[in-house]
């Protein structure tokens, strides 16, 4: 296995594997969390949005992301949007989720005291409901990427094209086990990395500001 990883970077096949896998899901992951903390936000502050399609949201969040790959490639084709639309679906339910919560569990007296100090409209909800919501969405933000990159994985193992998940497949098919721990290895990894140093050390910073440590 250590032979294997160490020849996969030599050769540069892991690092054209990490850039393209990368690549897709900054891609996918944006575009999740701005449709996720979007529709949270809209569930969380509008009653008749949340009795209509709140328990619809919490429903497809129970399905896991390979389930959505069938209907990705009925719509688009092998292609890069049939990735992309995994991606997203296996991301932006659990960060819309999350940010619903987050809208919804500010304390009220939050909302009244600001309305009493005439903050009203648009600066209500930039001022106060969004920065309250702040710790909340940002634990949706780390779920959403780790259910991403999971996601990136399933679809990257159907589609053929260069990735992590692609290599993952080459190995099989090759029946060379050291290749597929090395990925796997890899995989894993870049996970660790962009959760602690990234999603983690937000998350701690966010925590520190509204005083929610000890």
């Known amino acids: 296995m250590a032979k294997a990883l160490i020849w996969g970077f030599k050769d540069r096949t892991f690092l054209i594997g990490m850039s393209v896998s990368i690549q897709r899901i900054t891609i996918g992951y944006l575009i999740s969390l701005v449709l996720g903390i979007g529709l949270g936000f809209l569930v969380g502050r509008f009653k008749i949005l949340?009795?209509?399609?709140?328990?619809?949201?919490?429903?497809?969040?129970?399905?896991?992301?390979?389930?959505?790959?069938?209907?990705?490639?009925?719509?688009?084709?092998?292609?890069?949007?049939?990735?992309?639309?995994?991606?997203?679906?296996?991301?932006?339910?659990?960060?819309?989720?999350?940010?619903?919560?987050?809208?919804?569990?500010?304390?009220?007296?939050?909302?009244?005291?600001?309305?009493?100090?005439?903050?009203?409209?648009?600066?209500?909800?930039?001022?106060?409901?969004?920065?309250?919501?702040?710790?909340?969405?940002?634990?949706?933000?780390?779920?959403?990427?780790?259910?991403?990159?999971?996601?990136?994985m399933a679809g990257e193992l159907l589609f053929v094209s260069i990735g992590l998940g692609h290599l993952l497949q080459t190995g099989r098919e090759l029946n060379d086990m050291p290749q597929v721990i090395a990925v796997m290895v890899v995989i894993v990894l870049i996970g660790l990395i962009f959760d602690q140093l990234l999603f983690s050390q937000l998350e701690k910073r966010l925590r520190s500001r509204w005083g929610m440590t000890t």
């Open 50 to 152: 949340d009795e209509t399609i709140g328990s619809l949201i919490s429903g497809l969040q129970v399905l896991p992301s390979i389930c959505w790959l069938p209907l990705a490639i009925l719509w688009f084709g092998l292609n890069e949007q049939a990735i992309q639309f995994v991606i997203i679906m296996g991301a932006f339910l659990s960060i819309a989720i999350a940010t619903e919560s987050g809208i919804r569990n500010i304390p009220p007296i939050y909302l009244r005291a600001a309305r009493t100090m005439g903050i009203k409209g648009i600066d209500l909800y930039t001022r106060v409901v969004f920065p309250a919501a702040l710790p909340s969405i940002a634990t949706g933000m780390k779920l959403g990427w780790s259910f991403a990159w999971r996601s990136l």
